[in-house]
């Protein structure tokens, strides 16, 4: 799991659940509402954390937190895959030519890493 909810802190907004980009919040009704991060969905972008306000959702122990992600121009062969899995529209280019990213519109998720066949996306992490 990447990141993890403090239920007890938890003030029950959903502001998490509505921000994710890869539904990876989900909520259980038993002895009152609570939500929680389902850890096979749950990319590491941290942007539930960034938008709760009750500061109640952090890292979990041993996650890695992504500081840039590029494209070598190199290795790229312009097949868009990254582009179409980017939940932030990050990327763009043209078939068969490299493809870049706007690094002010990535979240940081590491998808397109994860959907490059030739691993021209390159991860650096903090
Ligand atoms: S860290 Fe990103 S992928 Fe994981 S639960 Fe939060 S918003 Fe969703
Ligand atoms: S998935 Fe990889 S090869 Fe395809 S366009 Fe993106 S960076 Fe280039
Ligand atoms: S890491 Fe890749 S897929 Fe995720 S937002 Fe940035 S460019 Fe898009």
Redesign the pocket.
């Known amino acids: 799991m990447?990141?993890a909810i403090d239920k007890e802190k938890c003030v029950d907004c959903g502001y998490?659940g509505y921000?994710?980009?890869?539904k990876?919040?989900s909520e259980q009704c038993e002895n009152g509402r609570y939500y929680y991060?389902i850890g096979e969905?749950?990319?590491?972008?941290?942007?539930?954390?960034e938008t709760c306000p009750a500061v109640c959702?952090a890292p979990a122990p041993g996650h890695r937190a992504i500081k840039r992600v590029s494209i070598d121009a190199s290795k790229c062969i312009g097949c868009s895959l990254c582009m179409r899995n980017c939940p932030a529209a990050a990327i763009t280019g043209v078939i068969k030519s490299p493809f870049r990213i706007d690094e002010s519109k990535c979240i940081r998720?590491g998808v397109c890493a994860s959907k490059c066949k030739p691993q021209a996306v390159c991860v650096e992490y903090v």
């Open positions: 990447a990141y998490c921000v994710c980009p890869f990876a919040v991060v969905s749950c990319t590491g972008c941290g942007q539930c954390a959702i998720c």
